[in-house]
C-alpha cells in the first residue's frame, strides 16, 4: 500500500457561509447497476490517481486511498504525472480525479486517460472532480467530462466541492478568481467523499449494496 501524504483528521474550519451546501443530484450518464462483473476471489488492486494545482484535490485522492485501504483494498495513491512506473495491468480498479479549471479537467489527468484508455476501458472506473466554490455557485456547470467517462466507461462521476485560497494562487488564477468573485475557503465535504469511497469499496468486495446512484454535487 502507497497511500501518501496527510490527509486531514478532522474536517477543517468552513465558513459559515457553506453552511446551506447542500447536494444537488444530477444525473451525467447511466449508472452502473450490476455487480463487479470481473470480482474474484482475492485483495482488490486499486489505483488512485489524481491531478491538483494546489494540492486541495491530491488530498481528497488520499482520503479516498486510506477509505479503501481500511477495507481491506490494496491501493497506491499517486499523481497522474506519477505512472511511469506504475504497471497499468496489474491494478483491478481505478478513480480518477482532478481539479476542475475552466470547465475542464487539467491537462495531465486528460494525458493520463489519453495515454492508458484501453486498460481503462477494460476495468472498473470511478471517477471525481473537485471544484465548486460556494454557494452561490460560482460556475454554473462545473466540469465537463463526458469525454473522459465515455473512454473509460467510468461507473460513475462524482463531483466534490474544493478550496480556494488566495494566497496560494498564481497571479493570474487570482484574477481569474477575483473576477468571478469566487468565495475562498476550504469547502471540501470530508464525509461525503469517505462515504463515496465507502461505496466504491462496496462494489469492489461485495460488502454492500452493489447498486449505485449516479451523483454529481454542486452548491446551490
Ligand atoms: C483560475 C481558476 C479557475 C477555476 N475554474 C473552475 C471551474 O471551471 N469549475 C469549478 O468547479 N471550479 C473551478 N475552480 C475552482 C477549483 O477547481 C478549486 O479551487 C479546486 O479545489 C482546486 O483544486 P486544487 O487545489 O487541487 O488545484 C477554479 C479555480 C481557479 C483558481
Known sequence: MSVTGGV??????????????RP???AEFEPVLEPL??????????LVASASKYESTREIAQAIAAELTGRGLEVTETD???????VMDSFDAFVLGSAVYAGQWLQPARWFVQRHEPVLAAKPVWLFSSGPLGP????????????????????????????LELERLTAADR?????????????RDWTAIRSWAGHIADALTGGGPQTMVQTDIVPN
Request: net charge negative.
Open 24 to 26: 444537488l443530484l444530477l
Open 136 to 163: 452561490p455557485a460560482t460556475w454554473e456547470e462545473p466540469v465537463d467530462v463526458a469525454g473522459i467517462a465515455e473512454a473509460t466507461k467510468a461507473r460513475e462521476h462524482r463531483v466534490f466541492a474544493g478550496r
Open 8 to 21: 486531514p483528521a478532522v474536517a477543517p474550519t468552513v465558513p459559515d457561509q457553506t453552511l446551506d451546501l
Open 80 to 86: 497522474v504525472d506519477e505512472d511511469s512506473n506504475l
Open 37 to 46: 462483473a470481473d470480482a474474484g476471489p482475492g485483495v482488490r488492486q486499486v
Open 175 to 187: 484574477a481569474v478568481a477575483a473576477a468571478l468573485r469566487a468565495p475562498e475557503g476550504d469547502f
